[in-house]
């Protein structure tokens, strides 16, 4: 069989392969140069995630764990987000509630020995029911609400009060654990944290004897 001859062209090629290297990339002794665009594995925002649980509500692989557990006195809900079984179809970032508390991220490879990486967490204090106990939802999402609404959120106690205590101005929460709480619905009761169903009953049945 007759071989051909290389072209001239061929041989420049070959030559700058040999000077400047080879053309393809040099991954995985490299990173590679990934587009901005690209849409890899979501991550928490630390600063504008609202722990409202929302993401874990529509992630179709059950990715996202939501845990609600008691520190130092105090309800606190964590969020988890499980690398190892995302299948990074996007959900969390489209139902976001406010559309900034989880982000695409460049990263699109999750290969560690140590499971600690291939998990993304965040938490905050829960805010609870003066008069049940109920869990009505975390701190920052009601500061998120109050923030949304502006001055409007003067007109629910709830967010009075949660203002207030940013201000200094509230009593501390010790004084209402304090308090024998009775078993009807007084008007002192319309000015405490409450979940839906307990404001409900505070201005249909509360006592003004």
């Not at 409900?200 to 049945?205: H, L």
């Amino acid at each position: 069989m007759r071989i051909r001859k290389p072209k001239i062209r061929e041989l420049g090629e070959a030559m700058r392969a040999i000077l400047k290297g080879p053309f393809t990339t040099k991954f995985p002794f490299e990173p590679p140069n990934i587009i901005p665009e690209y849409r890899g594995f979501p991550e928490f925002d630390e600063d504008k995630c609202i722990r409202c649980g929302a993401c874990a509500e529509v992630c179709p692989a059950n990715a996202i764990e939501v845990e609600e557990y008691e520190k130092d006195g105090k309800m606190n809900r964590k969020i988890r987000l499980r690398y190892d079984i995302c299948i990074l179809c996007g959900q969390c970032v489209s139902h976001c509630t406010t559309g900034k508390g989880i982000i695409y991220t460049n990263k699109y490879s999750k290969n560690t020995l140590d499971r600690s990486e291939i998990i993304n967490e965040v938490e905050d204090e829960l805010i609870l029911c003066e008069k049940c106990g109920k869990v009505i939802t975390t701190k920052k999402h009601l500061e998120w609400i109050a923030d949304r609404i502006g001055e409007k959120a003067f007109a629910n106690p709830t967010l009075m009060l949660l203002r207030y205590k940013e201000m200094g101005i509230s009593p501390p929460d010790e004084e209402f654990k304090n308090l024998k709480e009775p078993q009807e619905f007084l008007r002192e009761d319309t000015y405490k944290v409450l979940c839906p169903d307990c404001r409900r009953a505070a201005w249909m049945k509360e006592n003004f004897q």
